[in-house]
């Protein structure tokens, strides 16, 4: 995945990249808690995903819609999270330069929760979990803000950075689409929300007072959007909302870990 590194290397000299660090170390911070706590460092079971915080229809559309962040963070074993990681290290690094960090921010976890829903919407008896949906938001984010030109004035851009970044979701989206257990309505949720953050962003060059207008607008829309959505899935899922599980779920045989990625 060249796009993001493509980025980076174009548009900057001494980088500093603390939000996408912080990111990757949260995300492998829960995985090494989850080995110590018994889960298996390859393939740690639904049940275990679930017990720290997975997504997981019972229980999310009952009301425990933290899960719809947590699972950003929760993967199934070390080389789930070690595609995952390396995707959002070189996204992460070039959206830190190019967006900003709020910016980054909220098109991550604004994607991320989104992908949530989408994924625990379409295949609510799954336990899904990853931070597939937020790098698929980082990287329509990206290319939405890039082609609409709002990127600082003084960064040169890699002419090729459009191309690699739909080469990217174009050729994951064909791997999530032909590998059983992957939940690609999460990758594609995530992916259509990130694009219309970036979007919807403030360009770089806007002044300070009508940035922050801008962005304040766009963390308005991006709260009444994922409210609804969540409403909706639990609308729409309303057999599903009224089954309560015990708190040690028991998944049936035919049920299968689905990664975000």
């Not at 980025?7 to 990757?24: D, H, N, R």
């Not at 950003?72 to 074993?77: D, E, K």
């Amino acid at each position: 995945m060249d796009a993001g590194r493509a980025a980076v290397q174009e548009t900057s000299k001494s980088p500093s990249f603390p939000v996408t660090i912080g990111l990757i170390a949260a995300n492998t911070l829960v995985l090494a808690i989850m080995v110590l706590r018994g889960a298996s460092l390859f393939l740690p079971t639904p049940q275990q995903a679930i017990a720290f915080g997975a997504d997981f229809g019972p229980l999310t559309l009952n009301g425990q819609w933290w899960r719809l962040v947590t699972s950003m963070f929760v993967h199934f074993g070390i080389i789930h999270i070690g595609l995952n990681m390396w995707c959002l290290w070189n996204l992460g690094r070039a959206a830190e330069i190019l967006m900003g960090r709020f910016s980054y921010l909220l098109a991550y976890f604004a994607s991320g929760i989104f992908g949530s829903i989408a994924g625990v919407y379409w295949q609510p008896m799954a336990a899904g979990a990853g931070a597939s949906g937020a790098i698929f938001g980082m990287a329509g984010a990206l290319f939405t803000f890039v082609y609409r030109k709002k990127t600082p004035a003084h960064l040169q851009i890699n002419k090729k950075m459009l191309s690699s970044l739909g080469t990217f979701i174009f050729y994951n989206l064909v791997i999530g689409a032909s590998i059983p257990g992957i939940s690609n309505a999460a990758h594609v949720g995530g992916l259509v929300m990130g694009a219309v953050v970036g979007a919807l962003l403030p360009a770089a060059s806007a002044s300070e007072s009508a940035r922050r207008t801008r962005l304040s607008l766009v963390v308005a829309f991006c709260a009444a959007s994922l409210f609804a959505s969540a409403v909706a899935a639990k609308h729409l899922r309303s057999s599903v909302a009224k089954f309560r599980p015990q708190l040690r779920v028991t998944l049936a045989d035919t049920d299968r870990p689905t990664a975000k990625t």
